[in-house]
């Protein structure tokens, strides 16, 4: 009986094992199981899409489950809408531009210089004297396009002070060897060969961003960088001194709602497979932790999980506290528990109790009734206990001692029913007054003896 009434606890421990289990297996399930990412990495054969791609090559290398679909597109803008609504799971976006707030930060890849491309003849010597000028810039729209408008008018221009086409890379450069223009504004790093190719025909310079700094103020999320001498020729070097930029980071960012395993194993590739990276791209050189570059926006917890790996953990930091909580806490439930073990063994005792002061009332008489009716009260107090026993207020150890007493109690009011009435106890003694008090007891020892032969002739017969 004991074990049918402990059944339904042993049942919802039972399955509260089987629900932790459940859930760790569909944790490691979904660790486990293959999945495919949608990179946006503007255009195709730019230095951004050719990074994520060798980030995508890397990563299924290294963790064939995880698979990433590097899709070509018109550039930041364009990505960062595509995250808002859900189209991307990563993206590069340039640091200028707003980022979603659906997304994070996985890490800095490189920054953009700001290039501003001058033909021969055309007088200009700094990015003020682009003044009247015809001046080929990104298409409208795009990243490049407002860092464009953010230098220009850092000098005083708009619209109506020069001539802004904005147009594809491609006829951009055209444009620039043609003669079509006077200027071309590119946003990509150092060493580009898209701006090679304008300054390789012969025919173009570089103009430094010397305000860089200034411009700054106004724009944080740009940095003041440089154009090292001879990034796109040595001999003779082009450009024949260090010059002066604003530089533009580019990020790798990803959909919050990303699995923090999956973003993981995707940044400890950015960082410990660096070399792989950088025989397919040479800008995995310039991957930086967040801590390391101007960036400030939140991280992709996944990516915090493998920046903090070598620092101490939430526990080690906290351990003297937690283990004091711990020592309360403990202290705290052996409490409650010890209480709740008191409680119990009180019920118990005052059943117990209830059951001997029945059998007490009624062992002294003969009544049939009274009997019968200690009998009904002991079968209500077994149906309280069994009660008490379902609700868990009840030990099974008590349960077993009172289940003892009752049985016992309840056949001794049982037998008394079969044996009757008692006899009367008497009231009078034994009449011993025709008694010689100081005459010894009648004992064999003072009964005559039978009378030996006296015979001698018989002799002993024995």
Do not use: C
Request: hydrophobic letters at 40%; glycine letters at 8%.
């Amino acid at each position: 009986m004991p074990a049918r009434l402990f059944s339904n606890a042993r049942r919802i421990a039972l399955a509260s094992i089987l629900l932790a289990a459940a859930m760790v297996y569909l944790v490691r399930w979904q660790e486990r199981a293959e999945v495919t990412l949608i990179l946006g990495a503007g255009p195709a054969g730019s230095e951004a899409f050719g990074l994520a791609q060798a980030v995508a090559d890397v990563v299924q290398t290294h963790h064939p489950r995880i698979r990433i679909l590097v899709v070509p597109t018109q550039g930041s803008a364009q990505n960062a809408e595509l995250m808002r609504t859900g189209g991307l799971d990563l993206a590069t976006i340039q640091a200028e531009v707003g980022t979603p707030s659906a997304a994070r930060l996985i890490a800095p890849l490189f920054s953009n210089a700001l290039h501003l491309l001058v033909r021969e003849g055309s007088g200009i010597r700094s990015p003020g004297d682009m003044r009247g000028k015809t001046v080929a810039v990104p298409l409208s729209g795009s990243a490049g396009f407002g860092s464009f408008w953010s230098v220009a008018s850092h000098y005083g221009m708009d619209e109506a002070a020069l001539t802004a086409l904005p147009m594809s890379l491609e006829a951009a450069t055209w444009a620039m060897r043609s003669g079509a223009v006077d200027a071309l504004f590119l946003s990509r790093p150092p060493g580009s060969s898209a701006a090679r190719r304008v300054i390789g025909a012969g025919n173009a310079y570089m103009v430094p961003v010397e305000q860089a700094a200034a411009i700054r103020l106004d724009r944080p999320a740009l940095e003041v960088g440089m154009v090292p001498r001879g990034s796109y020729r040595g001999d003779p070097p082009i450009p024949p001194t260090d010059l002066t930029t604003a530089m533009v980071p580019i990020l790798l960012m990803g959909r919050e709602d990303l699995a923090p395993s999956l973003v993981r194993e995707i940044t400890e590739v950015l960082f410990e497979r660096r070399r792989e990276l950088m025989e397919r791209s040479p800008l995995a050189g310039f991957i930086l932790s967040p801590e390391r570059s101007t960036v400030y926006l939140p991280v992709h917890e996944g990516a915090q999980r493998y920046y903090d790996r070598e620092g101490p953990s939430f526990l080690q930091e906290n351990a003297e506290v937690i283990a004091l909580l711990l020592s309360i806490g403990l202290l705290g439930i052996s409490s409650v528990l010890r209480m709740k073990e008191q409680a119990r063994r009180r019920r118990l005792e005052g059943y117990n109790g209830e059951i001997l002061a029945l059998y007490g009332k009624v062992k002294e008489s003969y009544d049939p009734g009274a009997i019968g009716s200690k009998r009904e009260e002991m079968l209500q107090v077994l149906v309280r206990v069994l009660d008490d026993a379902e609700e868990g207020k009840v030990t099974e150890e008590g349960f077993q001692v009172f289940s003892l007493t009752w049985q016992a109690v309840y056949g001794a009011l049982r037998d008394r029913l079969l044996l009757g009435p008692l006899p009367p106890p008497s009231s009078t003694r034994p009449d011993t007054s025709g008694l010689d008090e100081d005459a010894p007891p009648e004992t064999p020892l003072n009964t005559p003896s039978p009378a030996r032969n006296p015979d001698p002739s018989q002799g002993d017969q024995t």
